[in-house]
């Protein structure tokens, strides 16, 4: 390997392990703080200044000289950037030190502002470690020639901004999708420690003991027995698929992103959580009769599949952006496939319901589980104009959110405007109990309902224009007996 050549590796390497730190950071504070715009601007603007700051920093390097102390010479503070870098970003990287620092701040601290949060874990595992990266580049200048610094420049930017495509794409599109978050840290981590030894004259010293230290101690956290004791049965690009066993019980439970999705109890031929047996029960149920058409069923937002489980009459379609939910529904979570009655679409929601043409009987909203998570372009007045355009006459809207049971935030009260906008005379379903005089506690799944009757008014009774006696129903129904 030519020295130019080296120059030029580790220049791309540092491009690639900026923007894949970048895209880790994101995916790996999804469970804990969303995934919203607000929460991402965050750890893109703690990437891109400490970034600039970098480079400033690094142009302005100059070997120290005198004083009795030893030269830090241009490869010395290099090495020394990327150790650093290294011990920061291993615990700020893997899951099972966030797991228990954010546990620890919404138990012991109180804290569970994602916004702060979020501004909390970029100050402490981001801006230093990527400060110390971005220096890299103009380090690593002044082992080019000079008299053709204009070239060399351009080629220097070529390799960056190239390992920073290659962090952009081959880290999420590859190594998420087929070797998981978790082995994509290690990655991360084993390219930094790579860059460490290509710099280091002695392949055994501190900075290197270091270094292979931090690798060790990123391969331990983020092994598959570390995912195994957080019942983390995937972890890729979209979702922290985890299975858990309740044992004495016969449930499982599937949560997504560290957020309840599904649960199933063996031998028990039902839905077992509250708002899933809601659905069921009003929904799904009444369309088992094996004399009747078989109905087109849409269902956005597949979860564990359990919508329609033991349904072998009508037509499923589950779309859902993660394709490792069926095969971990099947093989894990229901232990049973499925249904040759339902398919299952890998596919962005909005997406789905711009390229199929298909209507359907009955469609069903699983996308929001909590109110972290809640992706943000689905609870527009747009998405929900989609979804209703995709209904057949007579069909039924019918959607599980997580919202103030008392209306008491601007989330809840913006989310039902915007619903009825779009469905007019919707139903809005409380199915658990809930203290309404606890304003700030009353979080709770909550089922909206559209029925198309066909029928649309705006109107009102007044006592000056009453027309009830005409529009009442004019059955009586039997009352039962005492």
Known sequence: MTPVFALFLIIFFEGYVVLSTELLAIRLL???????????????????????????????????????????????????????????????????????AFNWAY?????????????????????????LLGQTVPLISNYFSRERLPVMAGKILFFSTLGSFMGAIFCTLVLMSFLGVNNTVIITIACIAALTFMLSKRKISGTTITVTA?????????????MRHFDI?????????????????????????RTFAAAVQDYVAAPIVPYAAYIEQNFIR????????????????????????????????????DDDLKEIAEDIF???????????????ARAFLNQTREKYDLIVLDLYRDPVSV???????????????????GGIVAGNYFASATFSDYYSLKLDNTLRTVFPAINRQIIQPYDSWD?????????YSYVDTGIITDGIYTDNKNTSMFEKPVIVRAQPND
């Not at 058409?293 to 037509?315: C, E």
């Not at 304003?439 to 089922?447: K, S």
Request: aromatic share 12%; with cysteine; hydrophobic share 45%.
């Open 214 to 226: 931090c690798l060790a101690l990123s391969a331990l956290l983020n092994s598959p027995a570390a």
């Open 233 to 257: 049965a995937r972890y890729n690009e979209y979702n922290m698929i985890q299975i858990v066993e309740h044992e004495g019980k016969g449930v499982r439970s599937m949560r997504l992103n």
């Open 30 to 100: 999804l469970p804990f703080t969303g995934s919203g715009t607000d929460t991402i601007s965050i750890i893109i603007a703690a990437i891109l200044m400490p970034l600039a700051f970098g480079y400033y920093a690094g142009g302005k390097f100059k070997t120290k000289k005198g004083s009795g102390q030893p030269v830090q010479t241009v490869r010395d503070r290099l090495i020394l950037n990327l150790v650093v870098a290294a011990a920061i970003l291993t615990p700020g990287l893997s899951y099972a030190f966030l797991d228990a």
């Open 107 to 131: 138990n012991q601290a109180g804290w569970n502002n994602r916004i702060w949060l979020t501004t909390g874990y970029s100050l402490l595992f981001l801006v230093v470690p990527v400060f």
């Open 334 to 348: 229901l232990k049973e496939d499925i249904g040759p009655n339902k398919q299952f679409v890998p596919m962005e």
């Open 286 to 321: 009444p369309l088992y009769n094996p004399d009747a058409r078989p109905r087109d069923i849409l269902i956005l937002g597949a979860g564990g599949f359990t919508v329609g489980r033991f349904d072998d009459l009508n037509n499923y379609t589950f779309v859902d952006i």
């Open 375 to 393: 992706p943000e372009y689905l609870i527009t007045k747009e998405f929900f104009e989609q979804t209703k355009n995709h209904l057949k006459d």
């Open 439 to 447: 304003r700030e506690n009353d979080w709770i799944n909550i089922i």
